[in-house]
């Protein structure tokens, strides 16, 4: 049984009470970023991966150049076949306008809402409906207090992780506990520093080549 945080389906991406995400139309980028992201254009997003209200406003350019890397291997890999699209969600934090948050709890006790960079989502295997496949979720993070906020992870202890940053990682690794299916790898999560090279990590790039479940 899917455990849920609040109304967002952690598998599909959609809130329950909308027949598209976060009810709004997707749109192509804006063309405000259209200059620095050039998969804007049909030759070079032909699948027309990705949504955003327009333009994509992203907050980094590491961020961006994930995106791009993404966009990039799906052109030009079979794999693209099997992914069902890609969401740049950092982007959509106003509560009013996405369900897609995860809580967590800051070292004062107070809640906090945290929403990840991307969803990457693929299609499901065999007679699974659309918006069931597994998807990965990726933030992109700063490197500053990177050994910090890696050793406060992998300890994967709430209580003693004394950073904002490795908290939102261990509230969102233990949703993806929590959500794991009989295949035990319908949700992941990945959390990617800024200075690591390439952005596109070897498991990303795993979880979108990988066939089946």
Same mark, same amino acid.
């Given at each position: 049984?899917?455990?849920?945080?609040?109304?967002?389906?952690?598998?599909?991406?959609?809130?329950?009470?909308?027949?598209?995400?976060?009810?709004?139309?997707?749109?192509?980028?804006?063309?405000?970023?259209?200059?620095?992201?050039?998969?804007?254009?049909?030759?070079?997003?032909?699948?027309?991966?990705?949504?955003?209200?327009?333009?994509?406003?992203?907050?980094?350019?590491?961020?961006?150049?994930?995106?791009?890397?993404?966009?990039?291997?799906? /052109?030009?890999?079979?794999? =693209?076949?099997? #992914?069902?699209?890609?969401?740049?969600?950092?982007? @959509?934090? $106003? !509560?009013?306008?996405?369900?897609?948050?995860?809580?967590?709890?800051?070292?004062?006790?107070?809640?906090?809402?945290?929403?990840?960079?991307?969803?990457?989502?693929?299609?499901?295997?065999?007679?699974?409906?659309?918006?069931?496949?597994?998807?990965?979720?990726?933030?992109?993070?700063?490197?500053? /207090?990177?050994?910090?906020? =890696?050793?406060? #992870?992998?300890?994967?202890?709430?209580?003693?992780? @004394?950073? $904002? !940053?490795?908290?939102?990682?261990?509230?969102?690794?233990?949703?993806?506990?929590?959500?794991?299916?009989?295949?035990?790898?319908?949700?992941?999560?990945?959390?990617?520093?800024?200075?690591?090279?390439?952005?596109?990590?070897?498991?990303?790039?795993?979880?979108?080549?990988?066939?089946?479940?």
């Amino acid at each position: 049984m899917l455990i849920l945080q609040r109304h967002f389906d952690v598998r599909t991406g959609l809130p329950h009470d909308t027949g598209s995400l976060v009810g709004r139309e997707r749109t192509r980028l804006g063309t405000e970023e259209q200059d620095k992201c050039r998969c804007s254009t049909n030759s070079e997003n032909p699948r027309d991966f990705g949504y955003h209200y327009a333009p994509y406003k992203f907050a980094s350019e590491p961020e961006r150049d994930f995106f791009l890397d993404v966009l990039t291997l799906l /052109q030009t890999s079979p794999a =693209a076949e099997r #992914v069902e699209d890609v969401y740049f969600t950092g982007g @959509t934090v $106003d !509560e009013k306008k996405t369900d897609f948050f995860v809580e967590y709890t800051d070292t004062s006790g107070k809640h906090h809402r945290y929403v990840p960079d991307f969803i990457i989502r693929k299609r499901p295997g065999g007679e699974g409906a659309p918006g069931t496949g597994p998807s990965l979720i990726v933030e992109i993070k700063s490197s500053q /207090q990177r050994e910090t906020i =890696a050793a406060q #992870v992998a300890a994967g202890d709430m209580a003693t992780a @004394t950073t $904002d !940053e490795a908290r939102k990682a261990l509230a969102t690794l233990h949703w993806v506990d929590l959500n794991r299916g009989p295949a035990g790898e319908e949700l992941r999560y990945e959390l990617i520093f800024d200075n690591e090279a390439p952005l596109l990590t070897e498991r990303v790039r795993h979880f979108i080549e990988e066939q089946g479940r």
